[in-house]
């Protein structure tokens, strides 16, 4: 007789437990009944809907010797055995240590294996009891059959049943060790920064002086490496290509908030599967926040700062059954103030010039960022990811710069007194959307992977420069006024499409390889404008160079082959290849030219040797280049500041640089450690800058334009120790020191320096509840290296006054503090308030030299000193698969509903 079993019932009533009890025991019996499998066939209903999966795996992670919990452990759910074994789930233990797996089938043998930093790796069996399960499902459908009524009785041996669908593995002990395959913990608990394999992993939420600030304020933070007044950030004095979660972006450092970056990875030498952009100055890759524990958690933060400044943002993330959904948004009010003078004297003109500037800046800004991103576990083994991204923001720049010209005649010395003022506001807005597919093959360790990012922004600008002149040093008798004004708008476009593939061969040896294509379109209609007093209007500068679009692509192909010797022996041999091509056209005089650079290839080479006593050598080898960016090769004359006219020479070639390293690393405790690099770089066709003497189009005056060319070469060596240490349970100590020496040959001369930099970051547990923070940064007297240009990493969005860089000058000496404590409160310490000040002594000047036969010219910045920023922080979730589960119950039921249906011929 067929028989057919609807429920209907409401949420209040499913959360009785009596009826939860019913409803799990209902499920194993037809789960387990000897006809429900001829039914299912061991695999799915015989109506094509696939087989409930009750099963549930749980436990808790303790420190072995102490008997706490260890949060952050990666736990991975895998079948099989051997090279069969395939991953089914893997989350992160919360902050009590726990984890769970839900929605598992009762079939196979599961292995549990787990790994945290500074622990021996563990691997604990799992299995459901099907046996007992079969004797249970046959008693319970026995005891169901008895009954009567509307609801059949529950069983007497339900609990015994709901116990065996749920495995409890109880506390999972893991003991520490220093010795790690795949990474060195620095710090203790969650590591402030961590070595795995060719990355040096920096954690950003350990970091309390950053918080409400920008990424570039992160960077200022992050060992190894420098930040300029500019925001561009350099690698052993090289610019590293920046990537945004492993893809590149147009974005630029100050438009990422810090507070939705989770980690910063530095990889100085990286490997064949990395631009070869890459192997001249590293890659800087920021990790955005992106969660996937089971359950929800989030975070709402806000922060306001001394100069007016105000923050406001959270995260949310959440994972229930087989979609995980991150969110990060940040807006804000941003509120810039900088300090800069120049003194500077031409000898091109006669007589000689001498002028010194006085320049305050005051920028306020709207900014706002949001991230969304959705993973789809299409199976066990096929992964699908979407996400998209929105940024604005909107600036105004209050600038007021106090000149003063002194020219010496037969006569005497003349005088001259003037004021340039800026009033203006730039805008950009940026959309993204990235696309992601992954696929585990049933052999362990092979997959491929499919990226698809596309990035579309857009900027305009409208400035209005007014240069007032005086008869007299108190600036109170105006002599005359001029006005300019510069105005347009551009697009800025980014598309990567990228493949990877990877293969096991054995236990130890893997194969890799992969395609790329990189295009990126600008676009830009800017022009330069004169005030006409009689006309009261302002008049176009003739200027056959301000309307452009060019498209840079870059194809790419590569291969690695790693494996191990034996135990203490393991390497990495890649191969890449890349081709490029530059169009631009110049749409004012319908003028297009073409750049193709032909296909070279960028070898790679990565040895590593395990040493008695917790020591590690490494070695590699890299070859990279350094493309010419958009703005050096347009041949558009930028004529913002007169002291700072700038154009780029359509003629240069890219510059091909040859890499090796050597690092040691010595683990003495989970918490104590020292790494000593030693690195060479060899460049040529150096990209540097030059001056030459023209005409200045706003003025018709003689005036200094600084372009581009390839000097001869470059050569930098240099040693880089980074340690760390827990001085006391309450200290712990970061320090990096880079002593290098950098050379430029110009063709003409040699330009020299030995110089160095370094970088503390003290951290201190004062009491359960409060924390702070002390860093320090030191960068001695260096030559200016050309290749410090930002590292391509996007924006564009206005040339403006910026600190020159070419091979003739230095930047001097200087040092800076910042400060910062923090104190938790609320359950479970999910709340915290932080205050922060950065550059406490007032010291972060950058102040640099440059001369030639032309000019001397000395140049100082001070940038947002002794700001106090106050942030508030609230973490908050739950780790409870159930809670979710409970809103599929309606599509359980109707799939237990099905599988009553399919076996009513047996009933």
Known sequence: MKSTLRLNFNIDFFMNSLFA??????????????????????????????????????????????????????????????????????????????????????????????SALGYEQKAVPAAFNLGALMKGGAAAMKSMQGSSGDMPAIPDNASSMLDLINIDLGNIRLVQT??????????????????????????????????????????????????????????????????????????????????????????TNPSAKYDAEGGVGGVLNIVLKKNRKVGYNGSIRANVDSRGGVGLGGDFNVRSGKFNLSLNTHSGLRRNKTFATTDRTDFYQNPNVGTYQDDINNSNGLFGFARLGVDYLMTNRTTFSIGGVKVHGEFSPDDNIDILTDSLYQSGIAQAWGR?????????????????????????????????????????????????????????NVEGVAKTKTAGSGTNNFYTLRSDY???????????????????????????????????????????????????????AYGSYSGNIDDNNSYQIGLRAESSQYDGTLSKIDSTFQIQYPVSLFPSLFYSRKLKHEQQLQFSYRRGINRPNFFQLLPFTDFTDP?????????????????????????????????????????????????????????????????????????????????????????????????????????????????????INNQFKFAKKWSAQLSGEYQSKTNLLPDAKGGGFGGGHGWGPQLTSTAQGYLAPTWSVDASVRRTFGKNDAASLSLSVNDLFRTGY??????????????NRLSNPQRVRLSFNWRFGKMDTDLFRRKNLKGMMDGMQDASQGMGGGM
Do not use: C
Not at 214 to 240: C, E, Q, W, Y
Not at 673 to 693: A, C, F, M, P
């Open 21 to 114: 009890r019913f409803i799990s025991t209902v499920a194993i019996l037809f789960l387990f009944s000897p006809k429900a499998f001829s039914q299912f066939g061991g695999m799915g209903m015989g109506n094509g809907k696939k087989m409930p999966t009750p099963g549930k795996i749980y436990g808790k992670i303790v420190d072995d010797k102490t008997g706490k919990p260890i949060d952050a452990v990666s736990v991975v759910l895998q079948t099989g055995t051997g090279d069969k074994k395939v991953p089914v789930n893997a989350v992160l233990t919360n902050g009590n240590g726990e984890f769970f797996f839900t929605d598992l089938s009762l079939m196979p043998k599961y292995e549990v294996g787990i």
């Open 178 to 267: 220093s010795k790690t395959v795949e990474g060195a913990t620095v710090t203790a608990s969650i590591p402030t920064f961590v070595l795995q394999g060719e990355k040096k992993i920096f954690n950003v939420d350990k970091n309390l002086t950053t918080v409400g600030g920008t990424a570039a304020d992160v960077m200022k933070n992050v060992p190894g490496v420098l930040v300029d007044a500019d925001n561009n950030v350099t690698i052993r004095n090289a610019a590293p290509q920046v990537l945004l979660d492993g893809r590149q972006s147009p974005l630029t450092l100050d438009q990422i908030p810090a507070d939705a970056i989770e980690t910063v990875e530095v990889i």
């Open 420 to 476: 340039r003022s800026t009033d203006g506001k730039n805008s950009f807005d940026m959309n993204g959307l990235t696309l992601g597919f992954k696929h585990l093959f049933p052999r362990a360790g092979e997959e491929w992977t499919i990226d698809a990012n596309g990035n579309f922004g857009t900027n305009s600008n409208e400035n209005v420069y007014t240069a007032t002149s005086y008869t007299d040093g108190g600036r109170q």
């Open 502 to 556: 990877a293969r096991p061969f054995g236990k130890k040896d893997k194969l890799e390889v992969g395609v790329k294509a990189t295009i990126r379109q600008l676009s830009s209609d800017i022009d330069n404008y004169i005030f006409s007093p009689s006309a009261n209007d302002y008049f176009v500068v003739p200027n056959p160079y301000s309307k452009f679009k060019n498209t840079d692509a870059v194809y790419a």
């Open 643 to 759: 002291l700072n006219i700038r154009q780029g020479n359509p003629g240069l070639r890219p510059e091909f640089t040859n890499s090796v390293e050597l690092n040691y690393m010595k683990n003495f405790t989970r918490s104590n450690y020292v790494l000593v690099s030693l690195y060479e770089r060899h460049s040529d066709n150096l990209i540097t800058g030059y001056q030459k003497v023209g005409i200045n189009q706003m003025t018709g005056d003689s005036a200094i334009i600084t372009s581009y060319i390839n000097a001869n070469s470059s050569d930098k060596y240099g040693v880089e120790i980074t340690t760390g240490w827990d001085l006391q349970k309450w200290w712990n100590i970061t320090v990096d020191l880079n002593l290098y020496n950098a050379t430029i040959n110009n063709g003409t001369s040699n330009s020299s320096y030995f110089s160095g930099f370094g970088k």
């Open 846 to 859: 950058t102040s640099q030299h440059s001369e030639s036969g032309l000019f001397v010219q000395d140049y």
